[in-house]
């Protein structure tokens, strides 16, 4: 039994380290290209304070200086420097209770040891003093602009301060968050948050999900679901990326798949009259080229021409399968179109959806 909890263990610990190793690079390009990064997190997580602590080991050691700023009052920045420099103890900085923790403590510890072996490191408060009568977001972005300049600036704090452009539902709630006040204000800034997934396992294992992911938009629409806000037309307007930790699945491929299935149970097949098609490869190898999809196809023309359908009735017991695609007006909204039938995986008919 210990030999196989050893055997996990050391198996965990490898995918951890391959996974941190890529992660890492990512965030890097995103340090590097923007000058500023903000980095999000679910307070109390040890695993965020973890990996802030990995990035900025691994940054520095490439020769690299960065700039890092904490949501610690600015009022505490002498503190934090004796702190730093070894001439007094972490218990001489006042850190919020919502803020600190264990291992939010240990990356502290962990940036004066990496100082003290000669890393190029700074470290500096930027949430706003219990005595000053501002809004939080405004005063970490006055704080952020004294901090930009030559070398990078990694920001850590909490997710909804991440948002890079955010259109509030209810008036009352209009205001702009750190990174929209950095964007608008003209600074290069990149965004990333971070999602903890309801998952129980010895180890979580992080994973970076660009723009490109397909599961990214989800993870953001369950940060913002919260909060008052109107989703974004395009994930890239409101972050770069999400961390997220989870125990090897995704809860989003589970949850997404169950959409579709909702969805397709409300697409009607009938019953449809089989025309006699002739199969010309060379016709339907131009249609895969212009994107036009054409009676003969496979259903893997029809990817390769459309890409996946929106949605997919199943085949039903007449021995017929619909798929349906969704269409861009030009004046700004998506429709249903290209209803299309097929028989034995092959498409047999093609027809627009009723608007």
């Known amino acids: 039994?210990?030999?196989?909890?050893?055997?996990?263990?050391?198996?965990?610990?490898?995918?951890?380290?391959?996974?941190?190793?890529?992660?890492?690079?990512?965030?890097?390009?995103?340090?590097?290209?923007?000058?500023?990064?903000?980095?999000?997190?679910?307070?109390?997580?040890?695993?965020?304070?973890?990996?802030?602590?990995?990035?900025v080991e691994a940054f520095t050691a490439m020769g690299n200086c960065v700039n890092i700023g904490l949501e610690i009052s600015s009022e505490e920045q002498k503190n934090i420097d004796n702190f730093m420099n070894g001439t007094a103890d972490i218990s001489t900085i006042r850190i919020n209770t919502f803020v600190t923790h264990k291992e939010y403590r240990n990356m502290l510890r962990s940036f004066k040891d990496y100082i003290a072996s000669g890393k190029c490191i700074r470290v500096f408060g930027i949430d706003v003093p219990d005595t000053v009568p501002i809004e939080k977001d405004v005063w970490m972005a006055r704080m952020v602009n004294n901090l930009v300049g030559d070398s990078p600036l990694l920001v850590l704090v909490g997710n909804r301060h991440t948002f890079k452009n955010v259109e509030w539902k209810n008036d009352e709630n209009k205001k702009t968050v750190l990174a929209q006040k950095l964007s608008s204000g003209g600074v290069n800034v990149a965004a990333v948050m971070q999602y903890w997934e309801k998952q129980d396992c010895i180890s979580k294992i992080a994973d970076f999900l660009d723009n490109e992911n397909t599961y990214t938009g989800y993870y953001v629409g369950?940060?913002?679901?919260?909060?008052?806000?109107?989703?974004?037309?395009?994930?890239?307007?409101?972050?770069?990326?999400?961390?997220?930790?989870?125990?090897?699945?995704?809860?989003?491929?589970?949850?997404?798949?169950?959409?579709?299935?909702?969805?397709?149970?409300?697409?009607?097949?009938?019953?449809?009259?089989?025309?006699?098609?002739?199969?010309?490869?060379?016709?339907?190898?131009?249609?895969?080229?212009?994107g036009i999809p054409m009676a003969g196809m496979t259903k893997e023309d029809v990817i390769k021409t459309l890409g996946e359908p929106e949605k997919k009735s199943g085949v039903s017991s007449s021995g017929y399968e619909k798929w349906g695609y969704e269409c861009y007006a030009e004046e700004g909204y998506y429709y249903e179109c290209n209803n299309l039938t097929f028989e034995n995986d092959v498409l047999i008919k093609i027809a627009d959806w009723e608007i």
């Open 1 to 55: 039994m210990k030999l196989k909890t050893l055997i996990i263990t050391t198996f965990l610990i490898f995918v951890f380290a391959i996974q941190s190793s890529a992660n890492e690079q990512k965030i890097f390009s995103l340090l590097k290209n923007s000058g500023v990064l903000i980095f999000g997190e679910k307070r109390g997580k040890p695993e965020s304070a973890r990996l802030v602590s990995d990035v």
């Open 222 to 290: 369950d940060i913002l679901k919260p909060l008052s806000i109107k989703p974004p037309s395009k994930v890239s307007e409101i972050t770069d990326g999400i961390i997220l930790w989870n125990c090897g699945t995704f809860s989003a491929e589970t949850n997404m798949q169950k959409e579709i299935e909702k969805k397709t149970a409300d697409i009607k097949v009938d019953p449809v009259i089989k025309t006699e098609i002739e199969t010309d490869r060379k016709k339907i190898e131009k249609s895969i080229k212009r």
